[in-house]
């Protein structure tokens, strides 16, 4: 079992940047990929990234290419949000999988409660 809790959302101007944590419980931690996905209101959850155990091979939407970077150290995963806009105002949560590493939504077995980030223009 996983528990996972996110922080670090709120509100920032448009073009500002923030960073995302989300804490994991798990002592196995390290043996699960790590995505982060967002859902705006009125909207279908989205996948923004995803970093596989070793931290080689991080997967990212095309919405947030460039902008956005993940991470993971010991039992953490990061979202650095950067030239944020106010499109990119969500929910935003983590996610995880011991045997799945993709964009796919269904896939991952434990999610956080979500942070809300908010982007004015």
């Known amino acids: 079992q996983v528990h996972l809790v996110e922080s670090g959302g709120g509100l920032v101007q448009a073009g500002g940047s923030l960073g995302l944590s989300c804490a994991a419980s798990?002592?196995?931690?390290?043996?699960?990929?790590m995505a982060w996905f967002r859902q705006a209101s009125g909207k279908e959850r989205e996948f923004l990234a995803g970093?596989?155990?070793?931290?080689?091979i991080p997967l990212y939407a095309d919405s947030v290419k460039g902008r956005f970077t993940i991470s993971r150290a010991k039992n953490t995963v990061y979202l650095q949000m950067n030239s944020l806009k106010p499109e990119d105002t969500a929910v935003y949560y983590c996610a995880a999988d011991p045997s799945y590493y993709g964009s796919s939504e269904m896939e991952y077995e434990y999610w956080g409660q979500g942070t809300q980030v908010t982007v004015s223009s």
């Open positions: 798990a002592r196995t931690f390290g043996n699960y990929a």
């Open positions: 970093i596989d155990v070793s931290s080689t």
